[in-house]
């Protein structure tokens, strides 16, 4: 926009110019004295222009050094962009088209299942007042940002559904994208990160755990991931365990290392097999759905997140429906997780 009106008191100032020659070559005497009485204008013009030209050069220095230097607590309003709108982090190929990855059932003898989170549910009740009706199995992922979702999460739990909390962290994007004053960021301290993690886990003490952006990149830093799990562990004091729910197989097997080498025996880790945006196409909710099904079946278990904001609400109904006759249960992430971990436990037993 700046640069925009500078250039346009250039072209202003220029055109005014031209007549002026103009009728000092012609000896159009009004022409020219009216150009004279003006010519206090065009040198205001001229100092509006490079009054702008400052604040613009002003401005970019500005916004270059202010992403590079220390931040503070953030105090300011807050902007929050629904994780909906992050890319889907599923493993679904662009050529893919439904064709199973690996049907031939591990050696678990367990029955194939599938976990499904509807996240990011709080901030528009009216429109999330559809997920009241799925099954009792289906997770319900509230948003901290939420309005009073303390009691959002105590009427889901009222109603019979196992609930866990998003807990923000930094996205590759920041400080373009700002997921607000609950945000885990690097360049906070321990104590900064400790405060905003501990007050989204005030939120309620019924949640199962928490769950986080897929495109984050806070857990990157080896020492603000251990602080996290430490104080993970220390909220959930007279639990036996506490999901921490991730998408990244690599950051979990840290994860498992970093509780079991610091003892932190109640932080456990499970990975979101499938993450779908809320503007994914009906062709690709489709292919994400056959993906899901094909490593329950292969794998024994999968855990497939979608946000509550979709666009498709009607196919999600219409998918579980049919999941029992494709030879796949439908449980809570709970149920999964001890499903698995005492068939693990079999097979050590076995060995």
């Not at 609950?182 to 906070?188: A, T, V």
Request: proline share 4%; charged share 25%; with cysteine.
């Amino acid at each position: 926009v700046i640069i925009a009106f500078d250039l346009f008191l250039v072209l202003v100032i220029v055109i005014r110019r031209i007549l002026f020659r103009t009728a000092m070559e012609n000896l159009d005497l009004k022409k020219v004295d009216r150009h004279l009485n003006h010519e206090d204008y065009d040198k205001l013009h001229i100092y509006i222009f490079w009054c702008f030209i400052i604040v613009f050069i002003v401005a970019g220095v500005f916004l270059f050094f202010n992403d590079t230097k220390e931040k503070t607590e953030d105090k300011s309003p807050i902007s929050i962009l629904s994780p909906a709108i992050v890319p889907s982090t599923n493993e679904v190929s662009n050529d893919y088209e439904g064709e199973a990855i690996n049907t031939v059932q591990e050696k678990n003898n367990i029955e194939p299942a599938i976990s499904l989170v509807i996240a990011n549910l709080g901030l528009n009740k009216k429109s999330d007042e559809w997920v009241y009706n799925l099954p009792k199995e289906v997770v319900l992922g509230f948003s901290p940002y939420a309005d009073e979702v303390s009691g959002l999460i105590d009427e889901a739990d009222r109603r019979g559904y196992e609930t866990i909390l998003h807990i923000p962290m930094q996205p590759a994007n920041y400080p373009f994208v700002n997921l607000g004053p609950y945000c885990l960021l690097d360049s906070f301290d321990d104590k900064g990160n400790i405060s905003r993690t501990d007050a989204v886990l005030a939120k309620s003490s019924k949640i199962k755990g928490v769950y986080t952006n897929p495109d984050e990149v806070f857990t990157e830093s080896e020492n603000d991931l251990k602080t996290f799990l430490n104080e993970l562990n220390f909220k959930s004091i007279g639990r036996s365990k506490f999901l921490f729910l991730y998408h990244d197989e690599k950051v979990i097997k840290q994860i498992d290392s970093y509780a079991k080498s610091l003892g932190l025996p109640r932080v456990v880790a499970e990975k979101i097999d499938i993450s779908v945006s809320y503007d994914v196409d009906l062709k690709e909710l489709k292919k994400n759905f056959q993906y899901a099904e094909s490593i329950a079946k292969s794998r024994g278990g999968a855990i497939i997140l979608i946000y509550s904001d979709t666009n498709y609400t009607d196919h999600v109904f219409e998918w579980l429906s049919k999941l029992s006759k494709n030879g796949i249960k439908l449980i809570p992430i709970d149920t999964l997780f001890k499903r698995s971990r005492d068939h693990d436990h079999k097979e050590e037993i076995l060995l």
